[in-house]
């Protein structure tokens, strides 16, 4: 369920974005049009170029929101894939005892 609201903000976030309603960097207020894979954070253009990110990896935001969703949604659908086969194992195990 964590995940699932997780990829839910997510994707909420983006479409805000994509609005007009962008998060702005709180310290060169600037769009957070940027995402460091090696902090996972958001971060602006400014920050890009600064000492703290200049040699990490760096993707826009768009595209690692849905590189993120994808995995939650590989994750959630492991989860269910379980929670099937447990539900399949204690019907079984029910029928048993009965």
């Known amino acids: 369920a964590k995940i699932i609201e997780i990829a839910k903000r997510l ?4 479409a805000r974005g994509g ?7 709180e310290k060169h207020r600037e769009a957070l049009k940027l995402f460091c894979e090696e902090d996972q954070t958001p971060i602006c253009l400014v ?7 200049r040699v990490h990896a760096v993707v826009p935001i768009e595209e690692a929101a849905e590189e993120h969703k994808e995995k939650f949604q590989a994750h959630v659908q ?5 929670r099937e086969k447990l539900l399949g194992l204690k ?8």
């Open 11 to 14: 994707s909420l976030q983006a």
């Open 19 to 25: 609005a007009g309603g962008e998060k702005l960097c």
């Open 47 to 53: 920050c890009r170029e600064s000492q703290a990110h």
């Open 78 to 82: 492991i989860l269910k894939d379980r």
């Open 91 to 98: 019907t079984a195990e029910e029928g048993k005892s009965l």
